[in-house]
């Protein structure tokens, strides 16, 4: 299954080579919660092998959106079963802030109004 989810970046960590033929890159984004900003959520994601470059060109403190699939593997060692969770994130776009650009209104001046026309002008 594919999600989505837009946040702001707040932590960036450094590559990891976790050994020859394995890297990862996690990183963490705030969801803001609309009601109240006192329980925002912080959502780490992980980033693997050639995808780990994706977060090359983002800032800190910069309006993304991830597109992310969740990972779940078992674990066992010593007799006990652990199971975990990722979130592997595969593709990071960069969102403008919601401001439209609306161009402005040219100036008003009153030269740029053409002169009225005279009565006999009229073409009937």
Not at 40 to 64: A, P, W
Not at 112 to 119: L, N, Q
């Amino acid at each position: 299954m594919n999600f989505e989810i837009n946040g702001k970046v707040i932590v960036k960590d450094e590559t990891q080579q976790i050994s020859d033929r394995f890297k990862k890159r996690e990183f963490v984004i705030e969801v803001e919660n609309e009601r109240n900003s006192d329980w925002n959520d912080f959502i780490k994601f992980q980033l693997t092998q050639d995808r780990c470059d994706l977060l090359e060109t983002v800032s800190l403190y910069e309006e993304i959106k991830v597109s992310f699939n969740i990972k779940g593997r078992k674990w066992e060692k010593d007799g006990k079963v652990n199971y975990f969770s990722n979130l592997e994130a595969w593709r990071i776009e960069k969102i403008q802030n919601g401001e439209s650009p609306i161009p402005e209104m040219p100036e008003f001046k009153a030269d740029d109004i053409p002169p009225a026309p005279e009565e006999d002008d009229l073409p009937f």
